[in-house]
């Protein structure tokens, strides 16, 4: 603040002395001032960078503290570290009951520490995995009582965002022989497969991964404590569609506050939970004005809806041959292409409700492009929007600090006259 201050100081001097003399006093007073508020702020942002990206809590370095900075982390990542509740040799898992609150909350209100895991205790919660039964409460029946690495939480929450096809096709690759089987070792390659191409890693992650060795809950109930079972495609085919079903029967309770049917304004609710608030009123105006009270949807029909939200990308080839590309959808296109994608129809009242949310200039269509943005943010969990770190995020600090301090010189200036 000093140099802002010398600065004022010089601009008011100009100010006063003869115009010939203004114009090169004044490129000596800013000159320095610019500069001075380029080094400073760079140096402001330098910290606020490095503060906003430190090493957490429960990393643990072997030759002792270093000064370097870590590398930003994508908002899976940083949000698995959030729900994360265990440690077992150093490394952060989560538990199945983690994971689930993970894709049903914003945030996680933590009163305890992380629990730091023994391999005693590892191995109980492998035996029990093993013996756990299928079903779509097996997350819920598993509680606290398991491991999910990093890499399986991306693997899981691209079982919940995907078409099952694709999964197939990955299984059929890896089954050499044909008989529609897999031992551990091709499974892992699977999941390795299934993460890096549906969800972007970068080099930090990378690393994260090739270091995950110890087993987990996942490999335990696939493949057995010892890990020399296979695993059959139609029991990993249950598996996903018994974890689709679960995640859904408890987003469902949640919205619906528990009852057996939800109104038409908490699925709207539902939906636009991970929506870009700006336009979030716009959409809330709608249901005010043209849902009527008293009218409710079932829990088949929010199924229905949520297998047509894990088929966007076939629904979307599917308008495209219906009505042309990013043209307005009528009610009777959509319901065709979303028969087309998925094998089902959507029920009236699903359908009405989506049209009378999203239609926000009356003509009774939606637009295309607005719409598969807002159900790819409803499917990825408001996971899709990037952070601005790393050198571009640096840069545009210094420039927003070196605008405000210029401000403020300016203000400092003229306050005076």
Request: a positive charge; one cysteine or more; aromatic letters at 10%.
């Amino acid at each position: 603040m000093a140099s802002w201050g010398r600065v004022a100081a010089t601009l008011r001097n100009v100010l006063r002395s003869p115009v010939s003399l203004r114009s090169l006093a004044l490129r000596r007073a800013v000159g320095p001032g610019v500069l001075a508020s380029l080094v400073g702020t760079g140096v402001i942002c330098y910290y606020r960078y490095h503060a906003n990206n430190r090493t957490l809590p429960f990393a643990v370095h072997a030759e002792g503290e270093k000064d370097t900075a870590a590398a930003p982390q994508c908002p899976r990542k940083l949000r698995f570290i959030q729900f994360a509740s265990a440690i077992y040799e150093d490394e952060p898992y989560m538990t199945p009951r983690d994971f689930l609150f993970s894709v049903m909350l914003d945030n996680v209100d933590r009163k305890l520490q992380k629990r730091i895991l023994t391999t005693q205790e590892v191995n109980k919660m492998l035996v029990a995995a093993s013996k756990a039964r299928a079903g779509n409460e097996l997350f819920r029946s598993l509680g606290d009582h398991g491991l999910i690495s990093y890499t399986e939480y991306l693997f899981l929450l691209t079982i919940l965002t995907k078409p099952l096809t694709g999964f197939h096709i990955a299984f059929k690759m890896l089954d050499v022989d044909g008989n529609e089987q897999v031992d551990k070792k091709e499974f892992l390659k699977l999941k390795k497969i299934i993460g890096k191409n549906k969800v972007p890693m970068d080099s930090a992650e990378k690393l994260a991964e090739e270091g995950e060795s110890a087993n987990t809950t996942l490999q335990a109930y696939f493949f057995g404590k010892k890990g020399e079972n296979k695993l059959q495609y139609q029991e990993f085919c249950r598996f996903m569609e018994d974890l689709q079903a679960e995640v859904q029967e408890m987003e469902f309770l949640q919205f619906s506050k528990g009852m057996d049917t939800m109104r038409r304004e908490d699925f709207a609710e539902w939906l636009l939970h991970y929506t870009n608030e700006e336009y979030n009123e716009a959409y809330w105006e709608n249901m005010r004005k043209k849902i009527p009270a008293g009218q409710s949807i079932t829990f088949d029909e929010f199924k229905v809806f949520c297998l047509f939200t894990n088929n966007l990308e076939d629904f979307s080839f599917s308008m495209k041959l219906v009505t042309g590309a990013n043209r307005p959808v009528g009610m009777a296109q959509f319901k065709r292409a979303v028969r087309i994608a998925t094998g089902h129809d959507l029920s009236e009242n699903v359908l009405d409700t989506v049209f009378k949310l999203f239609d926000t200039d009356g003509d009774n269509c939606l637009s295309h492009k607005e719409f598969i943005g807002v159900m790819k943010d409803r499917v990825l969990r408001g996971l899709r929007v990037q952070p601005q770190n790393g050198f571009s995020g640096y840069w545009k600090c210094v420039k927003r600090e070196t605008l405000k301090g210029a401000k403020e010189a300016l203000g400092d200036v003229r306050s005076p006259i």
